[in-house]
């Protein structure tokens, strides 16, 4: 068992930068893939950013060279550095976890494990 809570969503211009965080709890030693999604107003829920086992990371063509995901292994935190920010952003953003996997993938319905989501907003 795995519980995620995001933090860091807020407000932002284009252009601007946030950070979102996302804390573990409870099974923090199985090896695992760690993903950022975002779910915008009438669209399905989108891959934005994994980070598999191994410490490789891997992006959704929209936010590469924007965002970066990373880990802190002794605080058992995900971020999500995203710069450049844009207008198409805008979206509840959610952290998710599966343990112990065969690959990393991109499809939401992998992920076992959800945070309750932060909202990031654009403004133009």
């Known amino acids: 068992q795995v519980q995620l809570v995001e933090s860091g969503g807020g407000s932002a211009q284009a252009g601007g930068a946030l950070t979102l965080s996302c804390a573990a709890s409870?099974?923090?030693?199985?090896?695992?893939?760690m993903a950022w999604f975002r779910q915008a107003p009438g669209k399905e829920r989108e891959g934005v950013a994994i980070?598999?086992?191994?410490?490789?990371?891997y992006y959704a063509e929209s936010v590469k060279g924007r965002f970066t995901i990373s880990k802190d292994s002794a605080q058992h935190t995900l971020a999500l550095q995203m710069n450049s920010l844009k207008p198409e952003d805008t979206a509840m953003y959610y952290c998710?976890?599966?343990?112990?996997?065969?690959?990393?993938?991109?499809?939401?319905?992998?992920?076992?494990?959800w945070g309750q989501g932060t909202q990031v907003t654009v403004s133009s």
């Open positions: 998710a976890a599966d343990l112990s996997p065969v690959y990393c993938y991109w499809s939401a319905m992998r992920y076992k494990y």
């Open positions: 409870g099974d923090t030693y199985s090896r695992r893939c």
């Open positions: 980070l598999d086992p191994d410490g490789n990371t």
